[in-house]
């Protein structure tokens, strides 16, 4: 992974370490697929279920968080999703 941005504390909210990606596609509401920088592709969970409707399309610049925890199905889970005027996304 390799654009990041670090661990920050923001309101006494602290937020891990994001590495920046390119969002293939968004299925099965969980589940999306991630171009890294390297070129790699990751799948990663969503833990917004919502439509996402005008923030999900491909090509959308996405933030991606790493997890160490061996019961997660997916390791790598999409953090805030940006568009052209505001970033969305929830820390779960």
Request: proline share 7%.
């Amino acid at each position: 992974m390799s654009r990041t941005l670090p661990v920050t504390v923001l309101q006494g909210l602290t937020w891990p370490e994001l590495t920046a990606g390119t969002l293939l596609r968004r299925y099965q509401r969980f589940v999306a697929d991630v171009k890294l920088e390297t070129g790699e592709i990751v799948t990663a969970h969503c833990p917004n279920t919502g439509s996402m409707q005008g923030c999900c399309e491909p090509g959308r610049t996405v933030y991606l968080s790493k997890h160490n925890n061996p019961n997660r199905k997916y390791r790598i889970t999409i953090f805030p999703v940006c568009s052209e005027k505001r970033s969305s996304g929830r820390l779960t």
